[in-house]
């Protein structure tokens, strides 16, 4: 039920901002949405994500068009396995070496709940999305980076700011489109993970009263794939005691990439049990050991599933409709999730003013 579910969303924010008992974090980011950027001036833009972590050199030219200078892809450390914080940072050093020299200003998006300090730096609250490093819980991100930029002999005093990557993709949304006039601006990612951020008047973020008190509009980390307001299934809840963090996530575990592969296979593993396929397709599934997103994407694009001869036109068709309905359901929890930021706002009423959502 989109609208039920999405009202629920906007009381899980009203707590949250509150500071009351809430399955949404409201993080407040301290970053306005105001400001104008810079022409000219490179930045070191990092990029730490549940699938990839990244490093480039960025500056707009005169037309505030974005230059690359620097690109490079890694896989994201704890991904491949787990490692400690030491290395964690160790390596994470390592890889902005290369262009540390050329900015005393880095951008950090790093897509994990991570409570932002005044400073702009943040202390991680937990790792998610299956990503495994240990011991870096309540450290200070930047604050060690740099340590450990200092110990491999980087001089000069660096500036970091962390940002959400939904935070990072709303200020996006809006440089990418100056020339128009919106009521407002979400930061929506639905990729291995899920998240939302919006923008909040300042008044109503009570529970940091040092902002609440000035004039202005913050930027508020919602943490959406933490939401815990929404029905789940006996499937569901069998699939999550199956994760890295059994509890935490609910509403990503619905949605996102890193599960819907896995939540489908569980379904696969319960029909055929209850006898829904043939008996070869059945026993195929009994050994299937992995499924990812991508995956079940590619089935529902080609209707072929790689799984031998053994699954027939029937079992194709029920497959079918199994994954169909769990998209469909996250399309639904997805658009209840928006429209409660919307409706918490009372933005974008005016058809010629709306609300961009920069996804
Ligand atoms: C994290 C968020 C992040 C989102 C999208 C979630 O797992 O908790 O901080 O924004 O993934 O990357």
Redesign the pocket.
């Known amino acids: 039920d989109i609208l039920r579910t999405s009202e629920a969303f906007v009381d899980e924010m009203n707590r949250g901002l509150r500071g009351e008992d809430s399955s949404l974090m409201m993080i407040c980011t301290y970053i306005s949405p105001e400001g104008e950027i810079p022409p000219g001036e490179p930045v070191i833009a990092v990029d730490a ?2 699938t990839n972590f990244r490093v480039a050199l960025v500056r707009f030219d005169e037309k505030r068009m974005p230059v690359i200078d620097y690109f490079k892809t890694y896989p994201m450390l704890g991904t491949e396995r787990e490692l400690y914080g030491q290395e964690f940072f160790d390596t994470v050093s390592q890889y902005l070496l290369p262009v540390i020299d050329r900015s005393r200003k880095i951008g950090f998006c790093f ?4 409570e932002i300090l005044p400073n702009k730096d943040g202390r991680l609250i937990m790792f ?2 299956e990503v495994r490093v240990r011991d870096v819980e309540g450290v200070n991100i930047g604050e060690q980076l740099l340590k450990i930029l200092k110990k491999k002999g980087v001089a000069e005093d660096k500036n970091i700011v962390l940002l ?3 935070v990072a993709t709303l200020l996006g949304g809006k440089a990418s489109n100056p020339e128009r006039t919106y009521d407002s601006y979400i930061g929506f ?1 639905l ?5 939302t951020c919006y923008i909040e008047d300042n008044r109503n973020i009570t529970k940091v009263p040092s902002v609440a008190m000035q004039e202005g509009f913050t930027i508020i ?1 919602i ?1 959406s ?2 939401f815990d307001k929404v029905p789940r299934g006996e499937i569901d809840i069998r699939f999550d005691s199956s994760t890295d963090n059994p509890g935490a ?1 609910k509403f ?1 575990k619905m949605i ?1 990439g890193a599960y819907l592969g896995r939540l489908v296979l569980e379904i696969m593993k319960i029909a055929a049990a209850e006898g829904l396929f043939s008996k070869e397709f059945a026993g195929r599934i009994r050994e299937i050991r992995n499924l990812t997103t991508r995956d079940i994407n590619e089935f529902t694009l080609s209707g072929h599933f790689d799984c031998g001869n053994e699954a027939d036109e029937k079992d194709r068709v029920i497959l079918y409709y199994i994954i169909d309905s769990v998209l469909e359901r996250a399309a639904r929890l997805a658009a209840a999730n928006l429209a409660g930021v919307m409706l918490k706002t009372g933005k974008g009423k005016n058809p010629c003013l709306p609300v961009c959502v920069a996804a």
């Open positions: 994500g549940g897509s994990f709940p991570t998610d999305k959400n990557d939904t990612i990729g291995t993970g899920t998240n980390n943490e794939g933490g996530q990503e996102s």
